[in-house]
């Protein structure tokens, strides 16, 4: 299995300041065919299921602010919150999708310092 | 809207049988691949299981093989996930999520079902 792992743990930004989150895969989920990576990111607040926020890696979901970035290819991903506001305050996971079976990181918590 | 809405959940013995079902609305679901993701109680994700939108293609997590076994109703609109020889560890909210290919990205989830293994 391919093993996701986020970094930190968890995070405690200022209002307005950036948040970064990184991802690394323990083997490339870049797909060489069509240049993709399967590599997705989700926000989960308590008591609510996950919402899609990022998929191959950098393409924002529709309706998702465009203060949230993805980046990187291969083993290693970065999602970028900009300008954190209060709403953001949620747990972050990527996720893999390139092999058959589908992994997430162990999630990483995002705070209001 | 698209939805989808988890049932079947609840308390049961270990080694029991619990059968859940998601329920789809405002979208074709036949056109979509139809995954369970469970999360145990303060933990993270857990990709569960997978189903091809015919029902001919299925995927399970190690950890399930042999005990859980995904099914859909296509023509009720309707995922299911039988779990069989339940044990502590199973012990979670199970959500059924979309994705819009074999591998995709969940791109609507439900808002989940508690399963609790206790005695």
């Known amino acids: 299995d391919i093993v996701m792992t986020q970094s930190p743990d968890s995070l405690a930004v200022s209002l307005g300041e950036r948040a970064t989150i990184h991802c690394k895969s323990s083997?490339?989920?870049?797909?060489?065919?069509?240049?993709?990576?399967?590599l997705t990111w989700y926000q989960q607040k308590p008591g609510q299921p996950p919402k899609l926020l990022i998929y191959?890696?950098?393409t924002r979901e529709s309706g998702v602010p465009d203060r949230f970035s993805g980046s990187g290819s291969g083993t290693d991903f970065t999602l970028t919150i900009s300008n954190l506001q209060a709403e953001d305050v949620a747990v972050y996971y990527c996720q893999q999708y390139y092999s058959t079976l589908w992994t997430f990181g162990q999630g990483t918590k995002v705070e209001i310092k | 809207e698209e939805h989808l809405v988890e049932s079947g959940g609840g308390l049961i013995q270990p080694g029991g049988s619990l059968r859940l079902s998601c329920a789809a609305s405002g979208f074709t679901f036949s056109a979509y691949w139809m995954h369970w993701v469970r999360q145990a109680p303060g933990k993270g994700l857990v990709w569960v299981s997978r189903?091809?939108?015919?029902?001919?293609?299925?995927t399970y997590a190690d950890s399930v093989k042999g005990r859980f076994t995904i099914s859909r109703d296509n023509a009720k609109n309707t995922l299911y996930l039988q779990m069989n020889s339940l044990g502590a560890d199973d012990t979670a909210v199970y959500y059924c999520?979309?994705?819009?290919?074999?591998?995709?990205?969940?791109?609507?989830w439900g808002q989940g079902t508690m399963v609790t293994v206790s005695s």
């Open positions: 189903i091809s939108t015919d029902g001919s293609n299925t």
């Open positions: 191959w890696a950098s």
């Open positions: 083997q490339s989920v870049l797909y060489n065919s069509n240049n993709k990576n399967y």
């Open positions: 999520a979309r994705t819009w290919a074999m591998r995709g990205a969940f791109d609507i």
